[in-house]
């Protein structure tokens, strides 16, 4: 990544985290008093997880990666926002939960962390990122001789719908905007880059791993971007669409023995 845009977004994420804990949408309170942060698709896409070791790449503040813990998987979470492992740490703590936070770019995971059963990465976290091929051997690399990836993403066609590019062009996108917390005050600058499902699924497939499921939803499980209703509880589409248009894919791969 350009040295510009990583500080760019760098900067950017610790501001969001800074609104972030302190939001509706994220409910630390309650996260704290027991509950789970996790969606049903959430459970059902990754399955069990008790007495397994799971590395959580770009893990902002930490609510998944402990709630994935408080089911008995022994975690690590890795983000590049000081701001948000601080944060991911002091809820640890608050939670008395036993985890492990990495402070660190995403493509530098080798030199900070060792080999997992499982790599979890989800929501909104591939646009960050300018290479899809570095990224599924950081995963490749991370994954233990038999270890699972669990990726969930928003869809780029949802995306491509609202005008942002589909294809990978080479370069970044600068957008500013306002985080999607009800609570967000400030317009940030930060750098995207696109990446279709299939740039997606190649690279994985270059890197070594086997393909178990890609599957495709017509919903988001939340209410993050403009125009979207809630069809039924937790399940949030796009008003504008005459049809059902694919909101989020997931990715099942395997590292062969």
């Not at 960050?128 to 928003?154: C, S």
Request: charged share 20%; net charge negative; hydrophobic share 40%.
């Amino acid at each position: 990544m350009k040295p510009s845009a990583l500080n760019t977004n760098r900067d950017s994420w610790d501001q969001r985290t800074a609104e972030h804990v302190h939001s509706r949408f994220y409910d630390v309170a309650g996260f704290l008093a027991g509950n789970s942060s996790l969606n049903p698709l959430d459970r059902t896409e990754v399955g069990e997880v008790s007495g397994l070791s799971m590395l959580h790449l770009q893990c902002h503040f930490g609510l998944d990666t402990l709630s994935w813990a408080r089911l008995g998987a022994r975690v690590c979470g890795l983000d590049f926002s000081p701001e948000a492992i601080e944060r991911a740490r002091e809820l640890a703590q608050q939670a008395g939960i036993d985890a492990q936070f990495v402070c660190a770019d995403v493509y530098d995971t080798a030199q900070h962390v060792g080999q997992f059963d499982r790599v979890y990465s989800s929501y909104g976290v591939l646009e960050w990122l300018p290479d899809m091929r570095r990224w599924a051997q950081v995963v490749a690399t991370a994954l233990k001789p038999g270890g699972v990836l669990n990726l969930i993403e928003f869809h780029p066609y949802s995306y491509a719908l609202d005008g942002d590019a589909y294809f990978n062009g080479g370069q970044p996108q600068l957008i500013n905007e306002r985080s999607y917390t009800e609570n967000a005050a400030e317009v940030l600058p930060l750098y995207v880059w696109s990446h279709p499902v299939s740039d997606v699924v190649n690279a994985l497939l270059g890197a070594g791993l086997e393909l178990l499921h890609l599957n495709e939803y017509a919903y988001s499980p939340y209410n993050c971007f403009e125009g979207l209703i809630e069809r039924e509880p937790g399940h949030y589409v796009r008003a504008d669409s005459a049809s059902d248009v694919p909101m989020l894919y997931s990715i099942k791969a395997r590292k062969p023995e």
